[in-house]
């Protein structure tokens, strides 16, 4: 291997990482080889770092230094702990799929009343046959360290036409301390097809881990699917997604992520608008307190005509922490009659939380409707004391007017019951505050 | 449809009659041998006897450009460019020693006569002052700094704003007579390490403009410089530093023109301004090099460092800039407001049509207290080039009360053409209020159709709407740049209706 040796802060060299896990990744011969190909691109790029530049205002270098060893598959104490915790977090009447220290978890899973509506296996069992599952559209270190260490993943294949009432909840829990977990998945939802999947984040006692997912979904033609992703994991954890997302036609996706957890988080989408007539809308909420680091990177790429986006961000950042929106919508040279619009706002807590918003425009066709929205800025002053004139003590009229700001992202998710839950969330961070 | 065929006419004669300033000025001219070196670096200097500090500042400039390398994180795509291929010097040959402005070259004369620079300014380059009756009083004054090539030939007016104290002369003998202001403000906004274009500028430049108000004065005539490349292979590299020292307020113009040829000329400038407590200035550009063909062959790369500072409190700078020309622009005129409640603005339009590129915007950089900026970009994209903003506001964490309010709009005509946002918003304390609005769309059918309708042709039609456009930039030039400018944006758009 003719690659220069990357080191990390402790200096200890990354292919260890490597070469301690390759015993465990599972896979067939070819598999191993394409995790090789894709370690070695890491290792020659390295975690990103700021003079990248998407990755300009999340260094991970700085943030988190190294990639921890792989995490150890659960045990049966480890599994105890995290079935308590999936009950804690399980959305009422969802089918449930989870995945322990990146390990599929079939017994804390709903599999059976699943298999009558999906098919549904596992990324370990995927990768004995094939390796494709390892490729994506794009790819950058982070990617290609998720390609090469994945352990396990939910692999869910939704035929045409399904009708689902209850949503789908894919629960990562992590229980081991100071270990990583690689999870990749695949979401394929067929034509015609009505679901809700949501996606949760959750820490089972486990402190300092880290968590590198990675998930591909595509949508056929003339579904209606709504996409929801919490992410409340300890707060000294760090969470990496990339989320590869394919749209077909006259397809209606609504995607919502609310980050109230870990210390680093990225959520870095690259969505393709591949079929006419459908209909995008991405909100999310980051709730950073503390020292955290949020980031949100969406890539919104409309190929094809006639397609609506549309973006609504909020942040709220107290404390130090720092939040960090990149947008970009690329309109295709074909795509005319696109319409895409972007906003995003930051609230701004205290005087030492910063917000970086970077929303770009990349417009090759002239038929199109486009714009972007940014603003960054504290509480209205007038507001607030309009409020305490009315008797609200401070911390109280600072919830409110937070939960308004939060709110404009949050209604956008359809379900009400949904809506209601993450809703929840919103408040609990808020009383948390006082 | 006439109307279809009209355009094609137009579209057919773009690169020859659009381009109302391609012709060339046949002078005698003294160059330096082609290529960069230390030996060229050193003739610079020598031709323009400059003192031996002058002379060291631009070899450690040269020095540290060895080691730097082109940025390519701009949007724009061009051949590697041949350092060694450009002559760094090319002036006009002096006849004899010029004393007096009698003895400028008529045919340079009658250069900037061609280019619009109204006649009678051209009298007052050669020194005549008009009859105290003929005056007209509609009419201000305005004090000319004409550069041809890599020389200054002719400053206006610089008598009468001497009078008011006013320095107004080229930089190449403000080195030679003001050596303390400029050695305490030369480098200063634009350290000679800044950038790869920015470092070359600062080993090799030959001219430019060299600008100090005295407190308190308020400079009695709009300052303006008048660029123009002539010579073939060269590149032009001018340097302008304009001090507004406390309480006082100037207004710069400046505008360029290149002639019409099919290889690609470089231009690397550095403009540096620095607006001491109370002072005001103002920096308005009309940006008209050659633009290249029709077939994107030709024109100049603009590869130009501009930036203001607002070092004193409450100072204000405001840039101004209608960019139509060159066939890459790379360009990003900032303003760093350092001293408390200062204030910058930058209003742009930057249009492109043919196979032009276009990458400008601005940096506003906020680290006094209650310091306030405002971006308007008007972008309006033609033809199959590139239109792109990248602009950056950031709110220091001790810089409190910033605000900044931003609205960057494109508009595309045709469908071969790109228009590409890229702001970075960078909020590092509460008290900073930032507002960014940015939109991309074409020209509503339904107004045109309530336009034509009406009885404008096609082209008047969208004439009237791109007017409408810019209108909020057009308003921020001077008088005498207002018309030219909107002239100027009827010209570039001109066969690009379809």
């Known amino acids: 291997m003719n690659v220069a040796v990357a080191k990390t802060g402790s200096g200890r060299a990354v292919s260890d990482l490597f070469a301690s896990a390759e015993g465990r990744l599972p896979g067939s011969p070819a598999v191993i080889a394409a995790r090789r190909e894709a370690f070695e691109t890491y290792e020659r790029l390295g975690l990103p770092h700021r003079r990248i530049e998407e990755w300009k205002y999340t260094d991970l270098r700085a943030l988190v230094g190294e990639v921890l060893p792989l995490a150890a598959s659960p045990d ?27 390990v599929f978890a079939a017994d804390l899973s709903d599999v059976k009343a699943l298999a009558s509506e999906a098919s549904l296996k596992t990324l370990r069992e995927t990768l004995e046959k094939e390796a494709g599952l390892l490729k994506t559209a794009s790819t950058d270190a982070v990617i290609s360290l998720n390609a ?101 036609a006259n397809t209606k996706l609504n995607f919502f992520n609310m980050t109230t957890g870990a210390a680093v988080s990225r959520l870095q989408g690259f969505i393709t608008l591949a079929g006419e007539g459908s209909d995008l809308s991405i909100n999310g909420v980051n709730l950073l307190k503390k020292t955290e680091h949020g980031d949100t990177t969406l890539v919104v790429d409309h190929a094809v005509p006639s397609c609506v986006s549309r973006e609504i961000f909020r942040a709220v950042i107290d404390d130090r922490a720092h939040s960090v929106f990149q947008g970009r919508i690329i309109v295709r040279p074909d795509a005319q009659k696109t319409d895409g619009k972007m906003m995003t706002r930051a609230l701004l807590l205290s005087d030492e939380a910063e917000a970086d918003n970077k929303p770009e425009l990349e417009i090759f066709a002239d038929d199109v409707s486009c714009g972007h929205g940014a603003t960054a800025g504290a509480l209205d002053d007038s507001l607030l004391f309009y409020l305490k004139a009315r008797g609200l003590p401070e911390k109280q009229a600072q919830a409110l007017l937070i939960q308004a700001f939060v709110g404009e992202a949050i209604e956008q998710i359809a379900d009400d019951g949904l809506r209601e839950h993450v809703i929840g969330i919103a408040e609990r961070w808020l009383e948390q505050r006082q | 449809m006439p109307a279809v065929q009209e355009t094609v006419e137009r579209v057919k004669r773009i690169d020859v009659d659009q381009y109302r300033y391609g012709f060339e000025t046949l002078i005698d001219t003294e160059k330096a041998p082609k290529g960069l070196s230390e030996e060229i670096v050193k003739f610079i200097s020598q031709k323009k006897n400059e003192p031996d500090w002058m002379l060291q500042w631009r070899l450690e400039a040269y020095r540290r450009w060895l080691t730097m390398t082109e940025p390519t994180w701009a949007r724009v795509e061009y051949p590697k460019i041949d350092f060694q291929d450009i002559y760094y010097y090319a002036a006009p040959k002096p006849k004899k020693t010029v004393t007096s402005l009698d003895e400028i070259d008529p045919e340079i004369l009658k250069t900037y006569e061609k280019l619009g620079i109204p006649l009678r300014e051209v009298a007052m380059l050669e020194g005549v002052e008009p009859k105290p009756g003929e005056e007209d009083p509609a009419r201000r004054k305005i004090a000319v700094d004409a550069v041809f090539d890599s020389v200054s030939v002719a400053t206006t007016f610089k008598a009468e704003l001497k009078k008011a104290g006013v320095i107004f002369m080229p930089i190449s003998e403000a080195i030679r007579e003001h050596p303390e202001l400029v050695q305490k403000y030369l480098g200063s906004v634009v350290p000679t390490s800044d950038n790869f274009y920015a470092t070359l500028n600062s080993a090799v430049f030959s001219d430019g403009s060299f600008v100090y108000v005295p407190p308190g004065v308020r400079c009695p005539m709009e300052l303006s410089t008048y660029f123009r490349i002539n010579e073939r292979n060269t590149g032009q590299f001018e340097r302008t530093l304009i001090i507004a020292d406390k309480g006082s307020y100037v207004s710069y113009l400046e505008g360029c023109t290149a002639p019409q040829r099919d290889e690609n000329q470089l231009h690397a400038a550095v403009v540096e301004l620095v607006a001491l407590d109370d002072a005001e200035i103002k920096y308005s550009t009309v940006q008209n090099w050659y633009p290249g063909n029709s077939e994107g062959k030709g024109g100049i790369y603009n590869f130009v460092t501009k930036r203001g500072d607002c070092r004193g409190a409450n100072s204000k700078i405001s840039w101004t800039q209608v960019e139509t020309g060159s066939a890459i622009t790379w360009k990003y005129p900032s303003c760093i407001l350092r001293g408390d409640n200062s204030s910058g603005e930058f209003y742009s339009i930057a249009i492109s049509n043919g196979f032009q590129q276009v990458d400008s915007g601005t940096k506003m950089i906020h680290l006094g207290k209650n310091t306030s900026s405002r971006i308007i970009s008007k972008g309006i994209a033609a033809g199959k080039s590139q239109n792109t903003y990248r602009g950056l506001v950031t709110a220091h964490r001790k810089a409190t009360g910033a605000r900044n309010f931003t609205a960057c709009d494109s508009l595309l005509i045709g469908d071969k053409c790109g228009a590409h946002t890229v702001p970075y918003i960078e909020a590092k304390n509460s ?50 740049f207002a018309v030219e400018a909107q002239k100027l944006i009827s010209i570039s758009l001109e066969g690009s209706v379809g």
């Open chain 2, 431 to 480: 008290s900073a209020t930032f507002e960014h609005e940015a939109t991309t769309s074409k020209i509503s059918e339904d107004v045109l159709f309530y336009c034509i309708q009406r009885g404008l042709s096609q082209e008047e039609a969208v004439g009237l709407v791109v007017n409408g456009f810019v209108k909020d930039v057009l308003q921020q030039l001077p008088m005498e």
């Open chain 1, 76 to 102: 049966a104490a480890a599994l105890k702990r995290a079935a308590e915790t999936v009950k804690a977090h399980a959305i009422e009447g969802a089918r449930k799929l989870v995945l322990v220290d990146g």
């Open chain 1, 148 to 248: 090469a260490m994945a352990t396990d993943g939910v692999v869910l294949s939704i035929a045409d036409g399904a009708q689902f009432s209850a949503p789908v909840q894919i629960i990562h829990v992590a229980t081991a301390a100071s270990a990583s977990a690689f999870t990749r998945s695949q979401v394929r939802i067929g034509k015609g097809v009505r679901a809700t999947i949501v996606e949760s984040f959750v820490a089972a006692g486990a402190k300092a881990y880290q968590v590198n997912d990675a998930v591909v979904l595509s949508v056929g033609d003339n579904a209606d699917v709504a996409h929801i992703r919490l992410l409340d994991d300890s707060p000294d954890a760090v969470n990496v997604t990339s989320q590869f997302v394919t749209v077909g």
